[in-house]
């Protein structure tokens, strides 16, 4: 006899969710380190829930020159190959650390999502303008993940809105935009919690058209 137990893992594995074999990967921002911002707290939160957690710590500060192939390879060695099951989440220029990664790296399985937090459209850093949206293949990222939030508050004073909106555009990415928040340098931030999780709770399309209609429903069949 077939154990309720079997059935429903049977069910969770068909869906593709699992949150004990998901992982979700945080990069911080320039400046910062994974003891910072609220990654502490949602590191934990997610733990608590069962995932797992993997927060690489990148050499990234705006006081030195950003080496992105030291970067890459370091995220290598603490990320490993993605697998369908990933969700990554970067904060502000990691975000873009982030994209650098997916468009580096090879891939055999796509993620599940990239969550891209009060990430910046441009700056006036020379030293930095590589990292952004100019300088990446939006057509090719777009396939790098199933999914693209963007996370930004509408009262972002250190990045305003309207590098979100940018980015969702480019991106084709949904977006999640809080009125309040600012620039998520503080300890705790629900929404983040509620984002990663709506996206881990959702069955994924295992087929490619599925979710699209059948033009052909009300077509009789011949016998």
């Known amino acids: 006899m077939i154990s309720l137990a079997t059935v429903l893992l049977d069910i969770v594995r068909y869906f593709g969710y ?96 990239v969550i891209l937090v009060a990430a910046p459209w441009s700056v006036s850093r020379p030293e930095l303008r590589r990292l952004f949206i100019a300088d990446l293949d939006a057509e090719v990222l777009m396939w790098k993940a199933r999914e693209y939030v963007i996370v930004h508050a509408r009262d972002d004073e250190m990045v305003p809105f309207e590098h979100g909106e940018k980015l969702a555009v480019q991106l084709k990415a949904r977006l999640v935009a809080p009125a309040n928040g600012g620039h998520f340098m503080d300890a705790k931030y629900p929404v983040l919690l509620e984002t990663i999780e ?11 058209g599925m979710s699209l209609e059948d033009d052909y429903t009300d077509i009789q069949t011949l016998l």
């Open 18 to 113: 699992d949150r004990f074999t998901m992982r979700i990967i945080l990069v911080h921002g320039f400046n910062a380190d994974p003891t910072k911002n609220f990654h502490p707290w949602l590191a934990s939160a997610l733990r608590d829930k069962g995932y797992e957690v993997v927060v690489p710590e990148l050499p990234l500060s705006t006081k030195e020159e950003i080496n992105l192939p030291e970067i890459v390879e370091i995220m290598k060695d603490q990320i490993g190959y993605l697998k369908s099951n990933d969700i990554l989440l970067g904060h502000s220029l990691g975000a873009f650390i982030v994209l650098q990664y997916l468009e580096a790296i090879e891939m055999t399985e796509t993620p599940r999502a």
């Open 198 to 208: 709506e996206i881990a709770n959702r069955p994924f399309e295992f087929a490619p």
